[in-house]
Nanobody
Framework: QVQLVESGGGLVQPGGSLTLSCAAS????????MGWYRQVPGKERELVAN???????NYADSMKCRFTISIDNAKNTVYLQMTNLTPKDAAVYSC????????????????WGKGTLVTVFS
């Protein structure tokens, strides 16, 4: 079993910043990639960014100037630094991880966290 636990969400004023963390634990041989998504009620989940173990990143166009994704491979933890937040950024942010399990090295499995709520208010 693999668990992903997000943290760092909360209330922030427009223009403020937050840093989210997502830690993976369990029977992990390798994780590649990890990523962040967000979802607003009534809308589809959208990609925020993802990152591979070599540090290469992919961002949604609307967020690449304000958000930074990073990874600590030794801790199996991915971070999302968010700056200049607006009410449109309010959402549940969830992380995912594509995990290679020790007993099935050729078939990675994608796991999801439960999400952390980001609220932007004035």
């Amino acid at each position: 079993q693999v668990q992903l636990v997000e943290s760092g969400g909360g209330l922030v004023q427009p223009g403020g910043s937050l840093t989210l963390s997502c830690a993976a634990s369990g029977s992990i041989f390798r994780i590649n990639p990890m990523g962040w998504y967000r979802q607003v009620p009534g809308k589809e989940r959208e990609l925020v960014a993802n990152i591979r173990s070599d540090g290469s990143t992919n961002y949604a166009d609307s967020m690449k100037c304000r958000f930074t994704i990073s990874i600590d491979n030794a801790k199996n933890t991915v971070y999302l630094q968010m700056t200049n937040l607006t009410p449109k950024d309010a959402a549940v942010y969830s992380c995912d991880a594509t995990v290679t399990l020790p007993w099935r090295p050729n078939r990675p499995v994608t796991y999801w966290g439960k999400g952390t709520l980001v609220t932007v208010f004035s």
